[in-house]
């Protein structure tokens, strides 16, 4: 059984440049969520995807979007880089309501 | 969003059995109370989940209040490996238009050997 894999491991922006973050849910999962975790917190929400269609959504700005496929993996995209948005972004797979999956995140520094 | 609280810090001897709390007063009754333990850098790791009653599995014991609005993660002999930060969380039921996971800043626990 493959783990959720995460893509790329570390990621080095500019203010205002846009990012793709990519996940790879565990085999069978058909729910995916989107965290970001600044150094010393814990994971703040940012949304979850279900079937390809987003169905919940956590206090970030609409610059905060994604995808999910048929084979539900899934993609973050930020645009307009922020220094705040700097962070580990941890994607979780699972099905609804169940334990969730984590991966080892993708480490987003904007400069 | 109903959220949680947890002591920030924790230490406990190694070999010996240990009580995370964590308090979930606004919890509704269709939210599972759910544990996860984060590693330095590693993802959270699940760890146990319940609805109303007391669950077992091969990593912990998660003893959950008869009101639900408190539970505690037990951990029966602690081990080096334990030392993470544990974070208790909420988690909406199978409904598929309720998605969200809040995470508080957890419980730091340090095994000391």
């Known amino acids: 059984e493959t783990g959720v894999t995460q893509s790329p491991t570390h990621l080095i922006k500019t203010r205002g440049q846009q990012v793709t973050l990519r996940c790879s849910s565990q085999?069978?999962?058909?729910?995916v969520s989107w965290y970001q975790q600044a150094l010393g917190q814990g994971p703040q929400f940012i949304f979850q995807?279900?079937?390809?269609?987003?169905?919940g959504r956590g206090n970030f700005p609409p610059r905060f979007s994604g995808l999910q496929f048929p084979n539900y993996s899934s993609e973050l995209n930020v645009n307009a880089l922020e220094l705040d948005d700097s962070a580990l972004y941890l994607c979780?797979?699972?099905?609804?309501?169940?334990?969730?999956?984590f991966g080892p995140g993708t480490r987003l520094t904007v400069l | 969003d109903a959220k949680t609280t947890q002591p920030n810090s924790m230490e406990s001897n190694e070999e010996e059995p240990v009580h995370l709390p964590c308090n979930h007063s606004?919890?509704?009754?269709?939210?599972?109370i759910h544990w996860y333990r984060q590693l330095p850098s590693q993802g959270p790791e699940y760890v146990i989940h319940?609805?109303?009653s007391n669950v077992n599995n091969r990593m912990a014991s998660l003893a959950i209040a008869e009101d639900r609005k408190s539970s505690t993660l037990i951990l029966h002999r602690a081990t080096l490996r334990d030392a993470a930060v544990y974070y208790c969380?909420?988690?909406?039921?199978?409904?598929?238009?309720?998605?969200?996971?809040?995470f508080g800043d957890g419980t730091t626990l340090t095994v000391k050997p």
């Open positions: 979780a797979s699972s099905f609804p309501g169940s334990e969730q999956f």
């Open positions: 969380i909420l988690r909406h039921s199978y409904n598929t238009n309720a998605g969200k996971s809040t």
């Open positions: 606004t919890i509704s009754g269709t939210d599972y």
């Open positions: 085999s069978g999962h058909n729910t």
């Open positions: 995807y279900y079937r390809e269609e987003e169905n």
């Open positions: 319940g609805l109303t």
